[in-house]
């Protein structure tokens, strides 16, 4: 694998960055998932790939990290729900979901938005980050899925005015309903796609 310099670093494009955090997502994804599929340590070989064509693209300019690593996901035969997860990812780290996107990855993009800031510095860091109207929305998102019990914790957070001390208490209690791998996510997530297909873009 290609050895990235710090100069190299400081020179990423924004794309390759969006990149670094579909990267971090489908890490996440293949390894909460991995009691449930086989062949994770070839799906964790991809990603090693992928980290590898980044390192290589982000010399080119912006736009040929995400542009490469799309069609690197679209033959690298990963089943459409880790495609659908990876892209909503990439849809909340940007902000928002292009126009025309089906509702259920609008929703996934909201709830992965906050759920990657939690995974960066823990929920006061997502509090801090992440604007009041993106976590009211990341609330909808869990009751969308059926994730009550989280959503209710967040909107906790909220009720105390955001409050960095208070997102801070509720850490332990994160973690009890996700685990250290986010299982719930996935699990709830397949769920959804399975009951409502079409909301993910599958029929």
């Known amino acids: ?6 100069t190299q670093i400081v020179r990423l494009s924004e794309g390759t960055c969006v990149c670094l955090m579909r990267l971090v997502s489908s890490a996440i994804w293949l390894y909460s998932e991995r009691r449930r599929q086989t062949g994770c340590l070839l799906d964790t070989l991809r990603l090693c790939f992928d980290l590898h064509l980044m390192t290589q693209t982000a010399r080119r300019g912006p736009g040929c990290a995400v542009d490469e690593v799309e069609e690197v996901w679209t033959h690298a035969e990963l089943d459409d729900l880790t495609i659908i997860w990876n892209r909503a990812a990439d849809y909340g ?40 109207f993106r976590l009211r929305r990341a609330v909808d998102a869990m009751r969308y ?31 009890t309903l996700l685990g250290p791998r986010g299982e719930p996510l996935a699990t709830a997530f397949r769920a959804r796609a399975a009951d409502s297909p079409a909301d993910f873009g599958l029929e």
């Open 93 to 132: 780290a940007d902000g928002e979901a292009p126009d025309g996107t089906p509702p259920g990855i609008v929703q996934l993009s909201y709830l992965l938005r906050v759920y990657n800031s939690v995974m960066g510095g823990g929920l006061g860091f997502a509090v801090e980050v992440n604007e009041p």
């Open 1 to 6: 694998m290609a050895v990235v310099s710090d």
């Open 145 to 175: 899925f059926g994730l009550a019990q989280l959503a209710e914790l967040l909107a906790d957070v909220i009720e105390h005015d955001l409050d960095g001390d208070h997102a801070d208490s509720r850490d332990d209690d994160l973690e």
